[in-house]
C-alpha cells in the first residue's frame, strides 16, 4: 500500500472523495500488519474520529481493495481481513489469541494430477498454530497442544 500522502494524491487525481474519515482510514492501515476486519478498524477508528460510520470503512476499504492498495485474506474464521501488505506471503493463525502474521513459505503449492490444468488465479496457504507469545505460556505448562499445520488452497 502506498503511504497516506501518496494515497491523498492518487484520491485527488482519481477525483474520489478525500475526507479527513477517509485520510484516517489510509493512516491507520498503512504498515498494518494485523489483519484488521471492517468492523474492527471502525472500531479504532470510531476512538479516534466519533462519528464516522460504518459505511464510510466499507466504501474505502473497499475502493483501496479495487485500486490493488489492500488484499483480502480469509483465513476462514468468517471475517474478511484487509492486508495492506502487497507481496508475495502467506499467514498464520495462532489459535490461542486469533492473532494473523505473515509469513514466507518455501514454495508456492501447485496442483498435481487430474486437477492440474485448472487455471488458478490464487494460492492462499494458511498455517495454523501458536504465535511465539502464546507458544511460550503452553510450553510452561506440562501437556501443551502439538502444532497443527493445514494448507489450504483456494
Ligand atoms: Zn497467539
Ligand atoms: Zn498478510
Known amino acids: 500500500m502506498h503511504s497516506p500522502t501518496q494515497l491523498a ?6 477525483q474520489l472523495k478525500l475526507t479527513p474519515q477517509r485520510q484516517l482510514l489510509f493512516g491507520l492501515l498503512h504498515e498494518n500488519k494485523a489483519h484488521p476486519s471492517a468492523e474492527s478498524l471502525f472500531e479504532v477508528a470510531s476512538k479516534q474520529m466519533p462519528g464516522i460510520s460504518l459505511r464510510t470503512v466499507y466504501q474505502t476499504l473497499g475502493e483501496l481493495a479495487e485500486m490493488g492498495e489492500l488484499q483480502l485474506v480469509d483465513v476462514g474464521d468468517g471475517a474478511k481481513r484487509f492486508d495492506p501488505n502487497m507481496g508475495e506471503h502467506h499467514h498464520f493463525v495462532c489459535e490461542s489469541c486469533g492473532s494473523i502474521h505473515d509469513v514466507e513459505i518455501s514454495s508456492t503449492p501447485k496442483i498435481r494430477g487430474e486437477g492440474a ?7 492462499g496457504v494458511v498455517f495454523h498454530g501458536k504465535c511465539t507469545r502464546c507458544g511460550e505460556s503452553t510450553k510452561r505448562s506440562p501437556g501443551h497442544q502439538a502444532k497443527k499445520q493445514v494448507a489450504k488452497t483456494k
Open 9 to 14: 494524491q492518487i484520491f485527488r487525481e482519481k
Open 117 to 123: 490444468g485448472y487455471e488458478v488465479n490464487d494460492v
